[in-house]
């Protein structure tokens, strides 16, 4: 009868590894924060013009979703621990340029090279968790500590941006990134292992290309979608984005070294969760959007005030997070992700109960629940996610765990953003705006924003004006929150139907680890 040898078990130098790791995790998500504070005062300086300031806004996030899949890949082939400080380099480079920035024109190609090197930093730094943490205990908490460094990115973010914009110029908040990346610059190369696919062989262009017009082409259709509604342009450019991932596909089929693995789909596992990342990034993306803009224009909080009434939503994923690996390791995954799903639903419940002026309490302890309830979703999917890929493809695979979770946030603002974005439209359609011009009524009709410039141009019947937003705008929140609640437990079903087998980190020294089951699993796909 012959046993199957425990992993090794991860020491100190991993462990600080991995407080490394999180450096350029937690800039990552920062970075989409804190540039939305400092627009009013960039918009001064630079006077950019409408269309420069969406994509000075945007082209970070677009390249993110592009590159990742090429760069995961390219991370496989030529060393994770390489790209990742070439990214870290890159990133702290670009973030000095983009803070001395002299035009619009110039901050948007910094932004890009940001987004370009962004898109290095998940793949890598998930892909060397997996060879840095193989006992699959381990590396779940490994994850939720991951996991947990993006959140607290987005909960550092609005504080920090609103301290250095109160006292400094708007390029402070891009020199925050350069001693942490010059930090990783210096300290990666002793404590993080490297590691590539030994058997992999050049990189295909073709597929790269491909890949980043695809995924670029949907998101890009998806954003204006949820910017200007549905039109010709979006429509088409998602169907020539759907178009290219054929090709792209079709192309990875006929190549001996494909840049995606496909045989990773029939893992069911992998999979399963896949759908169960994106579908949860789509259920809380959508009604977040509305959740900030209560915040400002329902509520009336300023920006600041806005950014750490958002801090308990932030510190119910970091909370969730740490806490899911270790409650994992007696509990069945899809048990414990069902469980969490429910609690998001109930938290999404309660958001919909939100009303007009009152509604600060149940945004706060709403958004808490459900971010406590998501949480596991989040941390244990990508650990199956990762865990069900070879070694060699762990790049790769977690290129297209993070491109699914891009998918997901623009397919929650587009869809759900557009239901909410209806209801308010369709409200505000037959309101009294007569004294107004013609484009300002337009835009009250369009827009909560447009409302609230309305109302102070003319503050007697500017306040019914404004009171009739507000209840519109607060009904399109409290419908997505609802959306979402029904998704989630939709996404309850699925997880307990399809990942019901999957079961925890092995409790007993001989029991098959996860990495040989991962083995047997791939060698079964590739038959």
């Not at 630079?46 to 590159?67: E, H, M, N, R």
């Not at 908040?173 to 050049?202: N, T």
């Not at 019901?500 to 092995?506: E, S």
């Amino acid at each position: 009868m012959s046993t199957v040898a425990p992993p090794a078990k991860a020491g100190r130098r991993e462990w600080i590894g991995l407080a490394v790791i999180a450096l350029p995790c937690l800039l990552y998500s920062m970075d989409l924060t804190v540039l939305n504070l400092a627009v009013p005062s960039l918009s001064a300086d630079l006077k950019p013009s409408s269309t420069q300031l969406l994509w000075i806004i945007d082209i970070y996030g677009f390249l993110v979703a592009g590159s990742l899949i090429t760069m995961g890949t390219l991370g496989d082939r030529i060393g994770r621990r390489r790209m990742l400080l070439i990214g870290a380099a890159a990133f702290g480079a670009a973030s000095a340029l983009a803070a001395f920035s002299t035009s619009a024109g110039m901050l948007i190609a910094t932004r890009a090279v940001l987004g370009l090197a962004g898109a290095t930093l998940a793949p890598s730094t998930m892909s060397l968790i997996r060879n840095m943490f193989l006992d699959p205990k381990q590396r779940a908490l490994a994850i939720g500590v991951w996991v947990s460094s993006f959140s607290a990115g987005a909960l550092i973010g609005p504080p920090l941006g609103g301290f250095l914009l109160e006292y400094f110029w708007w390029g402070s908040v891009f020199l925050v990134s350069v001693p942490m990346m010059v930090l990783l610059l210096v300290l990666g190369p002793i404590l993080l292992p490297e590691f590539k696919d030994p058997k992999a062989g050049r990189p295909d262009l073709p597929s790269a290309i491909l890949s980043v017009a695809a995924v670029l082409a949907v998101i890009y259709g998806l954003k204006r979608i949820a910017a200007h509604g549905v039109g010709w342009l979006p429509a088409l450019s998602i169907a020539a984005g759907f178009a290219l991932g054929a090709l792209f596909v079709r192309r990875q089929k006929t190549l001996a070294d494909p840049l995606i693995d496909l045989r990773l789909f029939r893992m069911p596992a992998f999979s399963a969760s896949l759908a169960t990342y994106m579908l949860a990034t789509f259920a809380v993306f959508g009604p977040y959007v509305f959740i900030a803009q209560y915040l400002q224009l329902v509520l009336g909080l300023s920006p600041m005030k806005a950014g750490l009434w958002s801090i308990p939503f932030a510190a119910g994923f970091v909370v969730g997070s740490m806490l899911s690996p270790l409650i994992a390791r007696r509990v069945r995954p899809a048990y414990m992700m069902g469980v969490g799903l429910v609690i998001a639903a109930a938290g999404f419940v309660a958001l919909a109960q939100v009303d007009g002026t009152s509604g600060l309490a149940v945004i706060v302890a709403s958004t808490v629940v459900f971010s406590l309830g998501l949480s596991p979703v989040f941390t244990l999917a990508n650990d199956m996610i990762i865990g069900a890929a070879p070694p060699e493809r762990a790049g790769a695979a977690s290129a297209i765990s993070e491109t699914c979770s891009e998918f997901g946030g623009a397919l929650g603002i587009a869809i759900l953003g557009s239901i909410g974005t209806a209801i308010y439209r369709r409200a505000m359609a037959d309101s009294v705006l007569d004294g107004f011009p013609r484009q300002v009524r337009e835009a009250a009709r369009d827009t909560l924003g447009g409302a609230v410039a309305a109302a102070d141009q003319l503050p007697g019947p500017g306040a019914a004006l404004l009171e009739m937003a507000r209840r519109a705008f607060t009904d399109g929140l409290q419908v997505t929150a609802i959306t979402s609640a029904g998704v989630v437990i939709g996404m309850a079903i699925l997880v307990m139907v399809l990942l019901r087998d999957v079961r925890p980190a092995p409790e007993i020294a001989g029991q098959p680890s996860d990495r040989a089951t991962t083995g047997a699993i791939a060698d079964t796909a590739s038959t």
